[in-house]
Structure formats: C-alpha cells, structure tokens
C-alpha cells in the first residue's frame, strides 16, 4: 500500500479516536472553566473566546448550553457563592456573623470575581432565594418591625458586600511594582508635624490600612478589623431595633 495513504489514514484514525475519548462538553464543565480562567486573569480578559479557547472548543459549542457571556457570569457567581447561606439559627447574631464570614471567605479564594458580585446589577440573575429569605428571618429574629424589613435588609446586603469588596480590591497590574515602591515611598515621607497621629501609628496602619496600602486582603488580611467591622454592624442593628420598638415601631 502506498506509504503517504498509510500515514493519512493513521493521522484521521488518531483524530477520531481523540475525538471519541473527549468527555462532552458540559454546563458544569464550562463554569469550572470561567471560574479558572477569572480566578487567573480578570474581568477585562473574559470573553467567550477565551473561555473557548481554555476548553479547546469553539465559541459556538458553549452556546448550546450557555446563551451568553452575562449567563456564564450569572451561572459562575451562583456556583460560588452556593455555600453562602448558613442553616437557619435561633440566634441572629451568630447567624449573621456566620453569613459574613462565609462570604468574606468566598471572596479572598476569588478575589477577580469579587467586582462582578459587588457593583453589577448582571449579578442580581444569580439570585439566591434562600440568602434573602435567610436574612429576612434574622432580622425578623432581632425584633425588627415588619414594615422596616425590606430597608434593614438593603443594610445587612451592602453591609456583607463593602467592607470585603474594598478588601479584596484588585492591585493594579501595570507597572504594578513601581506603584507599590512609590505607595511606601509616599508614606515614609509622612510630615509628623502636619499629620502627628499617622506618624504615631504608621508601622501599625501601613498596608493594614485603607488607602495605605500595596497589597489586597489576599496577601495582607485585615482580620481584626473585620471583626470589628461585623459587631459594629450588628450592634448597630441591634440598636436601631431597639429605637423602633420604643418609638413605636412595632405596629406593622
């Protein structure tokens, strides 16, 4: 048999057998993808193609399971975030601590997401029914008024997405070196006589701090603030319970 014959037939064979062997192409296995691919890069290299190309299909195989790139976004967030919700509790306060804690570790193993869950709306598709009836119970637990629900509500959402939102802030990644050499450059050059009490506790605030940092929550966590941050707001809540009651609001 002619010997260039032999080699093409060879080459399909090993092509088809490569292709019967392929797993399918799955829904799950497309989120497992973005999540790997935004966990690696960030929002602003996640496309389809991308993706595609990170499953070694084409773009239009993903689209028979995914409509779209807003979809895949809505289907990773959901994924992620599907441990999110602590099991209903007695106890409000632990609740609520407990749903913090949960999300915070969330976003510190997928900090390039956090951005997608905290100031796009596309996120609200992945809503989580059991999170918002969760939160709707503790404050019902707490002595919350019926009719103030729906507003303590919108507080304890924005409550558990800013603090950890501003934490797990992304560096930036050009000239992402010298941005950080110039933020300790700045700080060591603190005039004492103008700012006395930044000079005072500047060791303990550089890069543990707000604004005066060079690293996210990633590499330089800001536990004990955190935790502060989470009983300043359920002290707060807990007080502002208290005023309704004695105000009257307890009437629905």
């Known amino acids: 048999m002619n010997q260039v014959l032999v080699g093409r037939q060879r080459r399909r064979s090993k092509k088809a057998d490569k292709g019967q062997d392929a797993p399918a192409l799955t829904r799950e296995a497309i989120v497992e993808a973005a999540i790997k691919l935004l966990d690696s890069s960030d929002l602003e290299n996640f496309s389809m193609r991308n993706l595609a190309k990170e499953l070694g299909v084409y773009p239009t195989a993903i689209y028979w399971h995914i409509p779209s790139r807003n979809a895949v976004i809505n289907a990773v967030i959901s994924t992620i975030m599907d441990d999110l919700t602590p099991p209903p509790s007695e106890d409000w306060k632990a609740w609520m601590k407990t749903l ?17 869950i905290g100031v796009q709306l596309v996120s609200n598709a992945s809503v989580d029914l059991d999170l918002i009836e969760g939160i709707l119970q503790a404050l019902v637990s707490a002595g919350f008024p019926k009719h103030t629900l729906p507003v303590a509500y919108n507080v304890v959402q924005s409550a558990m997405v800013g603090f950890t939102t501003e934490e797990f802030a992304l560096a930036p990644k050009e000239e992402a070196e010298e941005w950080a050499n110039g933020m300790q450059q700045m700080l060591s050059e603190v005039d004492a006589t103008a700012h006395p009490l930044l000079v005072e506790h ?20 800001m536990d004990a603030s955190f935790e502060m941050y989470i009983d300043v707001t359920i002290r707060g809540l807990e007080s502002l319970q208290q005023d309704l009651v004695k105000a009257g609001g307890n009437q629905d």
């Not at 605030?205 to 966590?221: C, E, H, L, T, Y």
């Open 100 to 116: 913090f804690r949960r999300y915070r570790a969330i976003i510190k193993r997928h900090p390039n997401i956090s951005p997608l």
């Open 202 to 221: 500047l060791d303990e605030m550089k890069n543990r701090s707000f604004i005066m940092r060079w690293q996210n929550g990633v590499d330089a966590p």
